[in-house]
């Protein structure tokens, strides 16, 4: 259990920032702290640096970008954040919002001319609830590409990433944290003092516990992110009396292949494809978005859906190295007719049939949707046939600690915390209190944004008191 404990007399070393979490939040931090001077230290609890963006597919939203405008693309951040409003029913905190949308093109162009994380633009579709395409990914759209070129930053930075040393305790001098306790795999413990503290260690996903208490839409569910996600930081900021937002919300999955634990990405949905149950009957608006389709398809019988698209949507998706993963895996079937598709998928082929004639009778205007989807700009859909079992998972929370315009974490009484600082998971999101707010990229955008932020806040901190170092 993390433990709030007083600070020990003396400890081992200290360092002037300390991170705890090395996933894409944390290595951010760690890089903004570096270039504000201040010295720096990740505490990971893992054998590398990876956490919850490295299961991600690296997508990071930008707005009022100068690739938009080149492509003609007319975005700005108060676009992006009626988006956010718009997709959360106005429940996500407005101030966040504008703070992270706000810094969002400077946070690209940061990582990438400073830092030299491969980001470029993504010209190719809208996903749900984004009114302009303003999607920046890594060349084969995987968080594992942007989590080694963060990491190679990092080293190249000069900042050391303690890895298997994973922060049970955090010290307190009065109303500063002063420090940490790092156990490592032999049991040995290490006291670390810092003059700031950063929590980049996510949120509380892999807590089955937590799920159930806060979550219980998903309880039970495929559990599809980083098993360190066990809230450390919710627990350590409820301990100091940290004030705490949207609990409940989440980024969950309505196409996670089943039995493969391969997502299904979402473009071959918003580009026409559809999810049938085991009746081959439609149940939802699979565009509305993938996060609250993940509860949706879990009411399912069975807790499954079958995602079908046709051959346009299938070479779309093979851009993305998750989708390559998936059919490497053997989680997409293909059939050249409707009869061979049911036959594959052991879904009835009368109501197949059916929905596949009502799903093109929408798409050419024909008929209106029972759901209320729009099929309108799309090509019907046409043989030969592509289709992949998915179940309904929770990817990560979106609740968590609230911070100011710095990054510094809240008390619940309304004044901030002198030195401790959160971000990503650790933090409260945008996505409102629930599954449906969730606007895609967000959790990464949050992750890379809040880590800047923290990280610079942080390095003025220290620089104030001591130079960026902490005396030994």
């Known amino acids: 259990m993390p433990e709030i404990a007083r600070a020990p007399d003396k400890f081992l070393f200290e360092v002037a920032v300390l991170i705890v979490g090395g996933g894409g939040t944390g290595l951010c931090a760690a890089l903004a702290a570096s270039d504000g001077g201040a010295e720096a230290l990740v505490l990971e609890r893992d054998g590398g640096a990876l956490g919850s963006t490295a299961m991600s597919t690296g997508l990071i939203p930008a707005a009022g970008t100068p690739e938009q405008a080149n492509c003609g693309i007319d975005d700005s951040p108060a676009r992006f954040v ?3 409003m718009a997709k959360t029913h106005g429940e996500a905190d407005r101030v966040l919002a504008e703070l992270l949308a706000r810094e969002s093109a400077e946070t690209i162009a940061w990582l990438r001319d400073s830092h030299g994380a491969p980001l470029a633009l993504m010209d190719g ?7 302009a395409k303003r999607m920046y990914g890594t060349p084969h759209r995987t968080g594992g590409e942007l989590m080694a070129a963060l990491e190679s930053a990092v080293v190249a930075a000069g900042v050391p990433i303690l890895t298997r040393a994973t922060v049970d305790r955090l010290y307190l001098d009065g109303s500063r ?3 940490v306790r790092a156990v490592r795999p032999d049991g040995s413990a290490e006291d670390i003092g810092c003059g700031a503290l950063i929590l980049a260690c996510s949120g509380f996903g892999g807590n089955a516990k ?32 940290a004030a705490v937002a949207d609990i409940g919300a989440y980024q969950g999955h309505g196409g996670l292949a089943a039995g493969y634990g391969v997502p299904i990405l979402w473009p071959l949905i918003m580009e026409g494809g559809f999810q049938v149950n085991v009746h081959g009957l439609r149940f939802s608006d699979e565009s509305a978005g993938y996060s609250e389709q993940a509860a ?4 399912q019988p069975r807790q499954i859906a079958w995602s079908i698209f046709d051959r346009r949507c299938h070479e779309l998706m093979l851009d993305f190295d998750d989708f390559q993963d998936a059919l490497r895996a053997g989680a997409v079937l293909q059939a050249p007719d409707i009869p061979s598709l049911a036959a594959a998928c052991k879904l009835p082929e009368a109501a197949l049939a059916g929905t596949l004639a009502q799903v093109a009778a929408c798409t050419r205007g024909e008929a209106e949707d029972e759901f209320g989807r729009d099929f309108a700009g799309k090509p019907v859909l046409a043989a030969p046939w592509y289709a992949a079992k998915v179940t309904g998972a929770l990817f990560h929370t979106q609740g968590g600690l609230i911070v100011d315009d710095d990054a510094r974490v809240l008390r619940s009484a309304g004044s901030v915390f002198p030195n401790l600082f959160a971000g990503g998971g650790a933090a409260r999101g945008i996505s409102g209190r629930g599954a449906d707010g ?5 959790g990464l955008l949050a992750a890379t944004t809040l880590g800047k932020i923290a990280g610079r806040a942080a390095a003025r901190l220290v620089s104030r008191k001591d130079g960026g170092r902490v005396a030994r």
């Open 177 to 179: 944290i002063a420090g």
């Open 438 to 442: 969730y606007l895609a990229g967000n």
């Open 296 to 299: 949706i398809v879990n009411a």
């Open 210 to 241: 937590l799920v159930a208490q806060h979550i219980p839409a998903m309880a039970g569910a495929t559990y599809h992110g980083h098993p360190g996600n066990r809230g450390d930081a919710l627990a350590w900021g409820e301990a100091l009396g």
């Open 82 to 84: 009626a988006d956010i």
């Open 125 to 131: 579709w809208l996903y749900p609830g984004h009114s």
